[in-house]
């Protein structure tokens, strides 16, 4: 649990840009996503292996980061999670985002 609590305060104290770099990871994921035409459909959007593929983007990410040995002292559930968590955040704000962007009157 201690690297479980470790690693989501220096995300939310946002240390080295962490939190941004993670949504560029996710984003570049995304955008590869469509390109290979795996969510262009609303019903396969989020099919578990691209669920999987989102989650596996953000661990890759932890892996090759500077947080890669608090990421190795993290259990597998809370790894897990924090991917699960990180993936709902990512899809709140590009759901925000898209919103706003496509919003009549903008």
């Known amino acids: 649990m201690a690297g ?3 690693l989501m305060d220096v995300l939310r104290r946002n240390v080295d840009n962490h939190h ?3 949504s560029d990871v996710l984003f570049r994921k995304w955008v590869q996503l469509q390109e290979e035409k795996r969510i262009e459909e609303k019903e ?3 099919h ?3 669920v999987i593929d989102l989650k596996t983007a953000v661990s890759d990410y ?3 980061s500077n947080l890669g040995l ?4 993290t259990s597998e559930e809370d790894r897990n999670g924090i991917c699960s968590v990180l993936l709902m955040d990512f899809l709140i704000e590009l759901s925000l985002t898209l919103h706003n962007k496509f919003k ?3």
């Open 70 to 73: 608090s990421w190795g002292n």
């Open 20 to 22: 941004a770099k993670l």
């Open 4 to 6: 479980n609590s470790e």
């Open 48 to 50: 578990l292996s691209t």
């Open 62 to 64: 932890f892996e090759g």
């Open 44 to 46: 396969t959007a989020f």
């Open 104 to 106: 009549p009157g903008r």
